[in-house]
């Protein structure tokens, strides 16, 4: 049972460089999400999916699309990569999304943006 | 926004001495969750206490919860080096975007 598979694990863009972090699950959940972890803050909300074909908005969108064509499946696109963007990045997911059962992390894609 | 804090931030104990960390919310939970993460890794599910529940032991993890207070603990018994990690509250307020994950404690456990 593989759980959350994220690739790549590292990745260096260049500033206004587009890419696609892939991101799939195992194990039938519904809820997938991405995550951004800078120093010093946390874990921040950039998109969700409560199923397949729905997907929305978490605290900080910008410059981050999403798709969630199959269950399995919960890509990240930057469209045109900035400094700014240079962080962590971890896909997760959960039978449901309110945070009444666990959730299941990757091990991460650490982006650097020059 | 952060809903949770965690405190100290990081902590430095030897094997064999016990851990406390705590987490501090600003409006009211439904659960709260706590995560560990090792370095350069993704974030593991340790323990998820509900809005009605005071404690919860697993293990060597004992959680308490006061909702008077809006705070959580932490409390590991026994400490190994292998506990070394960054540990995470996350706090349900209810709804999709409302699961907030705090910044975290550093725990290093010396051998």
């Known amino acids: 049972n593989a759980g959350v598979t994220q690739t790549p694990k590292f990745q260096v863009l260049k500033t206004g460089q587009s890419m696609t972090l892939q991101c799939a699950q195992d194990m039938n959940h519904e809820y997938m999400s991405w995550y951004r972890q800078d120093p010093g803050m946390g874990l921040r909300l950039i998109h969700y999916s409560v199923g397949a074909g729905i997907t929305d908005q978490g605290e900080v969108p910008n410059g981050y699309n999403v798709s969630r064509s199959t269950t399995e499946d919960f890509p990240l696109r930057l469209l045109s990569a900035a400094p700014s963007q240079t962080s962590v990045y971890f896909c997760a997911s959960s039978l449901t999304g309110g945070g009444d059962t666990e959730a299941f992390f990757g091990q991460g894609t650490r982006l650097t943006v020059v | 926004s952060q809903q949770g804090e965690e405190d100290p931030q990081a902590l430095s104990i030897q094997e064999g001495e016990n851990a406390t960390m705590n987490c501090s919310y600003k409006?009211?939970?439904?659960?709260l969750q706590w995560y560990r993460q090792n370095s350069g890794r993704g974030l593991v599910h340790l323990i998820l206490?509900?809005?009605?529940?005071r404690e919860k032991h697993s293990g060597r993890l004992r959680v308490t919860l006061d909702t008077s207070k809006k705070s959580s603990s932490l409390l590991i018994t026994a400490s190994r080096a292998a506990d070394t990690a960054s540990y995470f509250c996350a706090t349900d307020s209810g709804g999709y975007q409302k699961v907030t994950f705090g910044t975290g404690t550093k725990l290093q456990v010396i051998p």
């Open positions: 206490i509900r809005s009605n529940e």
């Open positions: 409006t009211s939970i439904n659960n």
